[in-house]
């Protein structure tokens, strides 16, 4: 059984850091894009950052971008999200990822209908 479980989500400051971190189990997905997508409360889940199968390719969101940082450790069948700089508008519903359309390709998808296995999520909320 495939399962993807998000950690490291929580209350914080406005400029504070978070690093999220998604494990996941069941099969490995060391040749296949992963996410990371956000929902706020109200709002549609939206794109937050990719990353191709070996890290080479990475993309993100304009909103996050030079702030969030998204990488992974294929040996540990895990996705990170390093998130800096966070604002009061970063409040939301962090969830990851994973890709089966790409195997071992550089494209990293944007679309969540792109997404075949999906993470339950993790809160994140920024103070102001």
């Known amino acids: 059984q495939v399962q993807l479980v998000e950690s490291g989500g929580g209350l914080v400051q406005a400029g504070a850091s978070l690093r999220l971190s998604c494990a996941a189990s069941?099969?490995?997905?060391?040749?296949?894009?992963m996410g990371w997508f956000r929902q706020a409360p109200g709002k549609e889940r939206e794109f937050v950052a990719s990353?191709?199968?070996?890290?080479?390719?990475?993309d993100y969101a304009d909103s996050v971008k030079g702030r969030f940082t998204i990488s992974r450790d294929n040996a540990k069948n895990t996705v990170y999200l390093q998130m800096s700089t966070l604002k009061p508008e970063d409040t939301a519903v962090y969830y990851c990822?994973?890709?089966?359309?790409?195997?071992?390709?550089?494209?990293?998808?944007?679309?969540?209908?792109?997404?075949?296995?999906w993470g339950q999520g993790t809160q994140v909320t920024v103070s102001s």
């Open positions: 069941g099969r490995t997905f060391s040749s296949f894009a």
């Open positions: 990822a994973v890709s089966l359309k790409y195997d071992g390709a550089y494209y990293t998808p944007r679309s969540l209908s792109e997404y075949t296995y």
């Open positions: 990353i191709n199968w070996n890290g080479a390719s990475t």
